[in-house]
């Protein structure tokens, strides 16, 4: 069946004899060929993703328009992309891996209308390599031999266009075959997508960096940086310890100078260190890009250097401050890369007034990354001009050896420097967030629920499931005016006495099939992401909010897990996992459930559900409810009392959550309410027992959600602080440390104490999921939670790693009633690549929700006049020191910032006897925990930590990179309402200022009044959806201001 | 090279197989006339000489004799010009010896020993051009030639190689795959009875794989048993035209 054909190939070894290799090539007499139009499909046996039928031509790149213009290959509007397998090949061999892999993504992808053929493995394809025939010549002759078969096979229906870069390929096979047309890439896309004209600009683009490089490869240059060692001598190097591999890290504050690279897995081990090693300076770095993988020779040890700890402002470039270096460490410099990890940058071209200060070579432009740790990127542009007031998308081609920058070329324009929408634009390409609307293929597939065409509960579903309709009393409790409710409980006395215990959990995966278009999206985004005033979700929203929703009184269908617990000790007896249909009889919220376990029954009016009953059915629903909502407190108490010896974490892992959105959560009541704890206890259980099943059925390919210890030394400051104020904290183990935290309370200043755990937090090392079957059982440990497995089974429709768990979970399942799993799950290699990628998207999902809160603070106080405005002026607690400053954390904005002690001109502060500050001559004296500023005439003022000052807060402005906010210590002395136990009144004012400063500004402003208001309205509707205890509707009324002056500066 | 892909995407492998097809299997049998057996056999670009003399007295020290079976001795060598780089491999080095000893164990498994008491049966392999799956060659060449000898065999003793992928278990292993560094799983499977004579494994491999590559091997032992049966009806086919002349 198989022919054997001999390629004969000669190869260079090592020693640099040529060596000749004869492989064997077997030929087959078909291979699936992908097209709907295919003439034998019982012989091509196609499976798997087919090009679309509806395109009116089939296009066949050749290799070398594969390896140049990728990028517009990959746009979805071009259709009918045939992949031959020898062009994918010179991609392998030619532009590495990287590249082959996104290619390889790109033909796995459903979404995209792309197929490979596999035409060197065909019979009626192959072409042997002639005597003296060059390769390229070669592999064009093959690309188009097999393009001319795909046409015949199609049975002559749809004509095929091979494009080539290659003008003697046009010129020979031009007009050879009749309905194959052979063009080159450029006409291919004036001919055929006149109208795309991103991918015409990204061709231009793309074509003149090329010429640019080929100009500068011919004139010899100096060197500016040494070559990179050969891979051989890089993993060789490695392996006998004299190198060492890490991921190398900008320093955000100091980026020309300091980067370090951090240690991967065993190389840390065996050379002995534990911290970071040092790479200082540009040549050092040896073009080297923040995030690469990178390998470091370590520099003698009379070179070292320590890291810079004073305050530092970004735009003082090469001026380094030698004075105030810590200790040397370990320095080194890197001899080599080996793994690049160049994204999509946003950039800012220089204003014209600094074009011209640039300079003779006017085509190409040095552009400024918004990310203070990527270098300045060189652009061959005309358009500069055109582009200088906006935000573009840059990508980086190359970096020679012989200069300075690197080269790229211009992808995409984002928006407007300093608008909203173009700056939140920034900070999802920054995180390489992409959000797309859901495409139509993937609304297809989703279920209809309209008023006409209501959605039902299926007879088969119904017979399969357990229904617990009519059985359980379910109900949810959510923050208020929450709509996507994936979370609901219940408990019941059965027949025996013993309770039982239900936490029902929407099932998404019932509407989600694997890799079905919806599940490919959700995979991508991985999370629904939250920026301050807007919303991206991971599912449409007829799921989240409607079908999947749990929502009251209506059926739906759930995934339960059922405790029956023993009626006093509240022991485990049983537990029963499996899909069920429910009907949610409550939707309470908190405070309401809060309310009805204190006995406060004046509640129920603000229930819906009782509104219509009269008074004795209500009166009886009533003390069903209450019954449950109590022994559900006292249930959860038991639980987690028995959580061995970690009472106080899950308050801490809450506060970590909280801490980090700590702007967002400053408005939230600060005593929790009991119920949040019974509810996040409940979801903790039905967590913990999901992991032990999941990973009993699937011991190497479950996924679990691990949280490794801290690392002591990590503690120090933490601990350097507590005792400045007289508090000792014991951080050997977790249980030790909740206390320790819980004692370090002083009463006079409950901040010090946030500010603590905040450190703490900081301490601590991020949770994340993984796969079981690449971590050793002792690694599965919970630090926070106190336990030994732990997952993410109880939201599916905002987190992708939930619905993985459920998948597992009905494996499972059906695994124990002995019946073939219809899911494929994934193997522990990929597992492990899906976490990773989870991991990613979480990070990036909280850094760009942190960077947005920054953004609407900085744009509500860049309009503030700071010196009238009283708002500028705000109270703030030390809680960092550094040698020409301190570190300043604002309770009432949530805001953490630097505060300077000596300023440009190496004035220091000083305070004179009303306290107020003034800048003079003198120096700086820094002490453990406090700092001493003495000027020339004597005069001194000490800040010690915790101390409370006043701080002007002012914006400082920048055109490349996002603004800042800047602080600026206007007092020694506490800010007039010194009484911190106030702040939280007082952010609550400044709450209802702030709504009356809009309703003011909106009426000033008499811009389609009405209109504006009723986007307000909308918006709030929209996006109101989870975040209910959040800042959001303070963060989005400012919004509204900003949107209010842009519009004005841009309309007048 | 760390970059090349043992499995595409598609499932195709380097050399265009896909992941259970085994190489071309070429055999004859009876190739010299003084050895009471011998055989030839090409898997892919492997070539393999075997060669079978007995059963006959014990040469040499009259020690060595077995009073209840017969002595299998087994010699591998390997050509000087079977690899890439010419390299000279001096008789008895290392990895001779213990792919002779493998081959021993597997015919003392086969071969029915106890017919022949205080005898020996000697059978020779040689490798002329190695490309992956030498012992395999080595086992199905000396399976053809003791048949060829005419020596009493419980069954045909077959033999494949299998490696791990991805995932995915690769029948018959070339070359290039062997250099790759994966698991690599050698079996010498008695067809008939489904009974393992040798099972070999270097490398690490999870357990929870191990049955499917085995699986796998067996499959492909299977089907190379097939392809030898047809070889052997078609050498006796021949043997008794000749005879009926």
Redesign the interface.
Known sequence: MLQKREKVLLLKTFQGRTLRIVREHYLRPSVPCNSPLCSQPTVCLNDGKLLSSDVTHYMIPDWKVVQDYFEILEFPELKGIIFMQTACQAVQHQRGRRQYNKLRNLLKDARHDCVPFANEFLQDCYLPREQGESMEKWQTRSIYSAAVWYYHHCQDRMPVIVVTEDEEAVQQYGSETEGVFVISFKNYLDNFWPDLKAAHELCDSILQSRRERENERQESHRKEYPEHLPLEVLEAGIKSGRYIQGILKVNKHRAQIEAFARLQGASSKDSGLVSDILIYGMKARNRSIHGDVVVVELLPKNEWKGRTSALCENDSDDKSSGESTSEPMPTGRVVGILQKNWRDYVVTFPSKEEVQSQGKNAQKILVTPWDYRIPKIRISTQQAEALQDFRVVVRIDSWESTSMYPNGHFVRVLGRIGDLEGEIATILVENSISVAPFSEAQMCEMPVNTPENPWKVSPEEERERKDLRKTHLVFSIDPKGCEDVDDTLSVRTLSNGNLELGVHIADVTHFVAPNSYSDIEARTRATTYYLADRRYDMLPSILSADLCSLLGGVDRYAVSVLWELDKTSYEIKKVWYGRTIIRSAYKLFYEAAQELLDGNFSVIDDIPEFRDLDEKSRQAKLEELVWAVRKLTDIARHVRAKRHGALELEGVEVRIQLDEKKNICDLIPKQPLEVHETVAECMILANHWVAKKIWESFPHQALLRQHPPPHQEFFSELRECAKAKGFFIDTRSNKTLADSLDNANDPSDPIVNRLLRSMATHAMSNALYFSTGSCAEEEFHHYGLALDKYTHFTSPIRRYSDIIVHRLLMAAISKDKKMESKENLFSNKDLEELCRHINNRNRAAQRSQKRSTELFQCMYFKDKDQETEDRCISDGVIYSMRTNGVLVFIPRFGIKGAAYLKNKDGLVISCGPDSHSEWKPGSLQRFQNKITSTTTGGESVTFHLFDHVTVRISVQASRCHSDTIRLEIISNKPYMIPDTELFHQSSLLLKSDLVKEVTRSVEEAQLAQEVKVNVIQEDCEKYCQTKGRSLYTLLEEIRDLALLDVSNSHGI | MA?L?LL???G?R????RAG?L??IQARMGVFAQADGSAYIEQ??TKALAVVYGPHEIRGSRARALPDRALVNCQYSSATFST??RKRRPHGDRKSCEMGLQLRQTFEAAILTQLHPRSQIDIYVQVLQA?GGTYAACVNAATLAVLDAGVPMRDFVCACSAGFV??TPLADL?H?EEAAGGPQLALALLPASGQIALLEMDARL?E?HLEQVLEAAARAARDVHALLDRVVRQHVREASVLLGD
């Open positions: 970059g892909e595409s995407d598609q195709y380097v050399d265009g197989r097809e190489r071309k892919g670009n890439g780089e490309d991805d995932g070339s290039v999870h929870d």
